[in-house]
Each structure stands twice: as structure tokens, then as C-alpha cells.
């Protein structure tokens, strides 16, 4: 899944943590306005809870939203 979250910039190293923590591979970082985007690659079945994660660790101001990226083989 292509995961997009958006946190505020002093949360960012905990949302970094969690993506890394699910096996995602961040490939982008920008910011906008204030707020740090994590653009990065997740398995889906790593993704459950993850919303609810980087909410707790971002106090609730972090969101992030999912969308398909493509089918890969699983691991062995």
C-alpha cells in the first residue's frame, strides 16, 4: 500500500519509527506549510492499527491515508 502521512514536524521521527517498525520503505519527505508529509511503501498486513498508532504517538495530530501501490510476492 502507498501510505501518506502528514504530522507535525516534532512528531515525525516517531512517525518515521512506526512506518520503518511495519517494514515500509519511506520513499518521500516534504513539508508543507508546517506539517511533514511521509510518502512510503507498507504491506498491507502490516497496517492494521497503524492509523491508531501514529495518532498515539503524535498526541492526535497526525493522519495518514492508504491507497493501493501494486501486488508484490510475499516473503518466504
Known sequence: MLVEAEAPGDHLGAVIGSINSRRGEVS????R????IVRAIVPLAELFGFTDAIRSVSQGRASATMTPAGYRPAPS
Do not use: A, D
Open 33 to 36: 506549510n508546517g506539517t511533514s
Open 28 to 31: 518521500e519527505l516534504t513539508e
